[in-house]
């Protein structure tokens, strides 16, 4: 599976895949491939700012980002099946409790 949730303007991207190494048992991982971030994340991890690692202030949630995009009204059952499997490796984590990003739904830029 592989799934885009976001792409920005220099062109980073970050995907819902299980085609990583870090992916175990049909199990997706966060792949974010950009200039200031890259690496494979599961659900417990937390991505530091670079420049800034040791501000907390900006520091994300690998959850954080699948739960807000899974709150997207345009996604499909597979690709909520996709992000629940995500979540599966943080056990008690609520999507529906997490902070809402505006992640647009494809071309038609639905939120």
Known sequence: ?????????????????????????????????????????TATDV????????????VTHAADVIGSWMLAPCRTPEELHAGELFLSQHPGYNYLECPAAKIKCGSADKE
């Not at 819902?16 to 494979?40: C, E, Q, Y």
């Open 1 to 41: 599976m592989n799934y885009l949730i976001v792409e920005d303007e220099e062109g980073g991207t970050a995907h819902l895949t299980t085609d990583s190494p870090a992916s175990k048992d049909g199990i997706p991982v966060l792949r974010i491939v950009a200039d200031d971030v890259s690496g494979d994340f």
């Open 47 to 58: 991505i530091l700012d670079p420049n800034n690692p040791f501000d907390m202030s900006l």
